[in-house]
């Protein structure tokens, strides 16, 4: 089947031209939304430290200055200070549900989880246990 005449398609330059033209905004928008989405986590990953924090200074209020032994009163479903403890975000680690139990601030742990002191000095302090820095080049652990 033929085209009639006067009609004409587009020339094999014309669509490698397109192409290339839709290749380099591809090139030029995917990074921009890859920082977007590394961004929206980290935002997140804060949001619920500074949610925990809060909660434990609750508990800390309830309980008439006892910090918990641990983060179990924060992630049972029902309970007056729950506060869900999603899987929090740093770029060098990913994702990770981990919660660790240091028996101090430890400002040189990479473990890439939420860290939480019950005893001593820093009882009640909770922080991301990463030595990496985030998109604004905080180091985690600073927060």
Known sequence: ?????????FTL???MIVVMVIGVLVSVAVPRISMSIRKANE?????????LRTAIQLYYAGTEGTFPADLT??????????????????AAHGNSSNVAYPPAY????????????????????????????DVKNVVWNQY
């Open 1 to 9: 089947m033929s085209l009639p005449r006067g009609v004409r398609g």
């Open 73 to 90: 009163p924060f992630t049972t479903p029902g309970s007056k200070y729950y506060v869900k403890i999603t899987p929090l975000y740093t």
């Open 43 to 51: 935002a997140a990953t804060l949001g619920k430290l500074r949610s």
């Open 13 to 15: 330059l014309e669509l």
């Open 106 to 133: 430890d400002a040189a742990g990479d473990q890439g989880s939420w860290a939480y002191v019950a005893l001593g000095g820093d009882a009640g302090r909770v922080w991301v246990s990463c030595t990496h820095t």
